[in-house]
């Protein structure tokens, strides 16, 4: 049991590492170009709300499973500082079913964060006309995460990232299937999507 941990703890971090540099890098750039623009009100906005963010990763990384609240926390944050970034060019909406216990129920910190963020930067930020995205979390026979969004749709984005450089949306992709693989055996758990 003890190899398992240690891979999956292994996974956890180069995951976590790839996710925040890309993340950091992208909200540095908007904090520059807020100051660029001499936004001094939207830049301490913006830097506030990173740096409760960051905040967040850095205690939720100390703990390989946190509670379906923090989570949700987690990605309320997560979320604004993408819509200041892309100029409030999208609302979102978490939405709780009433059968889901967010203070008792529990699921491995920031797995639900990189299917937001392939939402809003491949489906949202292309597109010209505003859109939405929607966080629902449900139970049936098990806890189930929808991601919704009314961005450009799965061909377009494709179309979109063999046209240009952004090849961390397989790396992301990679990267979650060998965490979930290594969660499924260190807690005996039937993570998938």
Known sequence: M????????????????????????????????????????????????????????????????????????????????????????????IITDQEVSISDKVIPSMLIQPFVENAIIHGIAPKSDPSSLIIRFKQNSCLVVEIEDNGIGTKAAQQNAENSQHHLHSFALHAIHERMNAMNKIYNANIWF
């Open 2 to 93: 003890e190899v398992y941990q240690l891979l999956a703890r292994s996974v956890i971090y180069a995951f976590r590492a790839q996710l925040n540099r890309h993340f950091i890098f992208n909200s540095l750039n908007s904090i520059q170009n807020y100051i660029f623009d001499n936004q001094k009100v939207k830049a301490n906005e913006y830097l506030v709300e990173f740096a409760n963010l960051i905040r967040k990763i850095l205690n939720n990384s100390e703990q390989g499973i946190i509670s379906i609240g923090e989570e949700i926390d987690f990605l309320k944050s997560y979320v604004r500082l993408e819509q200041m970034r892309l100029k409030n060019k999208f609302t979102f909406d």
